[in-house]
């Protein structure tokens, strides 16, 4: 069915972030307004740092129902909101903003895709909790500390390039973290059973992973959160191995599906289609 002509009625929503050019989101959520033939459009914009505030207030005025709010703005976000749920309140970071009435309310549905994406094929959380290793200490990453201490983790090990952000986000949690250093992370991959990689590192135009893979176990589900390229470099090598790998893509969508609902009152249905659409040519 054909997206509705745009008119006085369009509602919009749309994402803000530096870069934005690679995101799938305005196609993820273009498919489900088709879908659910909805009178809106998606749009992504590039802001500035110095111009963010700017944005997110001139957005809220001019109508639009909601903005996702994607690196390096999700903490700062916070700084414009009329009030803050939950979740985005324990991470400290936002991904999704609702306007109603001149309210800016700004919540995280990261946890909710990680969550979803990590059990949507019914791997045993059990095996897969025993021993987590979180690469990042970003936005991205504070939402992979909750979902998995909310999915029963009994050990997280958690690596940054900067040791102080690791250590603030740790405090952040309300369980034992351990931190290791940067120039100790392949060693910290032992026993792990599940890699997950938050950072930006491995996606277009930017420099891959450094990531020795040698002493992580042949059964660790290795996650990147990096879906362009889909398959990164840590992703390929971990496959050539006989790691079993889930890509970004699942995530990506499964976040979108809760802002989706936020905003338009449908929760929309994250198929095969939907994923393979999705992940477009970012092979």
């Not at 700062?76 to 009030?83: E, G, T, Y």
Request: aromatic share 6%; charged share 15%; glycine share 8%.
């Amino acid at each position: 069915m054909a997206l509705f002509s745009i008119d006085g009625a369009t509602k919009l929503t749309g994402l803000i972030g530096s870069p934005v050019t690679h995101s799938r989101s305005p196609a993820i959520h273009q498919y489900w307004l088709q879908e659910h033939t909805i009178n809106a459009r998606y749009l992504a914009f590039e802001v500035a740092a110095n111009n963010l505030k700017e944005a997110v207030k001139g957005a809220a005025a001019l109508g639009f129902l909601g903005l996702n709010v994607t690196v390096p703005y999700k903490e700062r976000v916070l700084d414009f909101v009329n009030s803050i749920e939950e979740d985005a309140r324990y991470m400290g970071a936002a991904n999704t903003l609702i306007f109603s009435g001149g309210n800016i309310h700004a919540a995280n549905t990261d946890v909710y895709g990680i969550v979803a994406n990590l059990t949507q094929d019914g791997r045993c959380l059990a095996q897969l909790m025993k021993r987590v290793m979180i690469l990042g200490a970003g936005g991205a990453a504070r939402a992979a500390v909750a979902a998995c201490a909310q999915m029963g983790a009994v050990e997280i090990r958690l690596c940054n390039r900067t040791l102080e952000n690791a250590r603030a986000l740790a405090k952040t949690v309300q369980m034992p973290v351990e931190i290791v250093p940067w120039h100790l992370r392949e060693s910290a991959l032992e026993g792990a059973s599940l890699l997950i990689n938050t950072t930006s590192l491995g996606m277009k135009n930017t420099a891959a992973l450094d990531l020795d893979l040698a002493v992580l176990p042949p059964d660790a589900l290795v996650h990147d959160i990096v879906y362009a390229p889909l398959h990164t470099d840590l992703l390929q090598r971990a496959k050539t191995r006989g790691n079993p790998v889930l890509t970004g893509i699942g995530m990506l969508a499964y976040q979108a599906q809760k802002a989706f609902e936020l905003w338009h009152g449908v929760r929309p249905a994250v198929t095969d289609a939907l994923l393979v659409m999705a992940a477009g040519n970012n092979t």
